[in-house]
């Protein structure tokens, strides 16, 4: 499993601008979470490798 | 917040007091592999404090014998040398480190993702066949600069967790620009100073940087498990922010999806546990 050093053209699933610069006093909503703790990434408008295995592991775990 | 990088003295971080000498043999004859286990089981028993806290960490679930081992001999039989050394250095770095009061640090978060990083930087070097020792206590170690900053030079740790709360920064930024110098180059020095491993020390100072290899390094290993640990939000911080990863270590590292899910899974698993036993 290997990635590049791509920049998301149309990063859909990053959170607004607003949230993405949200202070960070400012806590998340529960579901906002997982882009809140990538948001240095997010905000770059980069892809994490470990983003989406973190959304597919938290899904399995409430599944 | 202070505007102009200070020179960062580290007159204060030099008087933490040394590792208990049996852990310093301890290292060098297992890098060496020519230690005696009756000696170093002797030298080990005269320290009560040491040998009581190891003996709690190596009955403790994690290592597969709950309650059955009573002695740092029947210790080293059981669970072999290098694990008995890991246990007594995490055993000897906590009370070597006289307990912060640093406010804006806290050190409950701070082991709990040291000790997750310990475990997942483990869980990867079993997965790619490498030394799994040397990674856990390379993972456990990793942050050891801010630990001795928020133990020698709390105003300045304090300084770095105000500038990174307010920019929303990484700590790693926050500190170079209210130190002129960061945790991992701190870290560095202090595990120098405790005579750890080229392994460990590299680990410590390198593992946001992870310099280019032909193949997957210790460095790589605890670069990969820090992004993970802290990706598992396993410490409770609402700050949290994962790092960036740097490509080449990760694919350096060529974790199939698969692995890393169980990865993810052990590590989360394991955490718990191994805090408890560390009462940490």
Known sequence: MTYETATLAHPAKSPSPAQAQAPASEKPAQGDRLAWLFRETLRRHQVHPLMELLRRYRGQEGA | ?280
């Not at chain 2, 456990?140 to 801010?146: I, V």
């Open chain 2, 1 to 280: 917040m202070t505007d102009a990088p200070k020179a960062m003295s580290l007159a204060n971080l030099r008087e933490l007091p040394s590792l208990p000498q049996v852990i310093i043999d301890l290292q060098s004859a297992i890098s060496r592999e020519d230690v005696s286990i009756d000696a170093i089981a002797e030298t080990v028993s005269l320290d009560q404090a040491l040998s009581a806290k190891a003996l709690r960490v190596a009955n403790c679930s994690f290592y597969g014998v709950p309650g059955r081992v009573v002695s740092i001999r029947q210790a080293i039989g059981m669970l072999g040398l290098r694990s008995v050394s890991t246990v007594l250095t995490i055993s000897a770095v906590s009370q070597s480190i006289p307990r912060p009061s640093c406010p804006g640090f806290d050190m409950e978060r701070y082991w709990r993702h040291s000790v997750a990083v310990a475990l997942c930087a483990r869980n990867i070097a079993r997965a790619l066949r490498l030394d799994a020792d040397v990674a856990f206590t390379a993972g456990l170690l990793h942050d050891l600069g801010r630990l001795a900053l928020a133990s020698q030079e709390p105003a300045c740790l304090s300084e770095s967790l105000r500038r990174r709360d307010e920019l929303d920064c990484t700590m790693l930024e926050a500190e170079r620009a209210t130190l002129g110098t960061d945790h991992t180059a701190l870290g560095g020095q202090v595990a120098e100073r405790w005579h750890f491993g080229p392994a460990v020390v590299d680990a410590i100072r390198l593992h946001h940087e992870p310099p280019a290899s032909a193949q997957a390094t210790v460095v790589d290993i605890v670069h990969v498990a820090d992004s993970i640990a802290h990706a598992l939000d396993v410490a409770g911080d609402p700050n949290e922010m994962v790092p960036a990863l740097d490509p080449t270590a990760w694919n350096r590292a060529g974790l199939s999806e698969g692995q890393t899910l169980l990865i993810l899974k052990d590590t989360e698993a394991e955490v718990d546990g191994l805090c408890e036993a560390l009462a940490v």
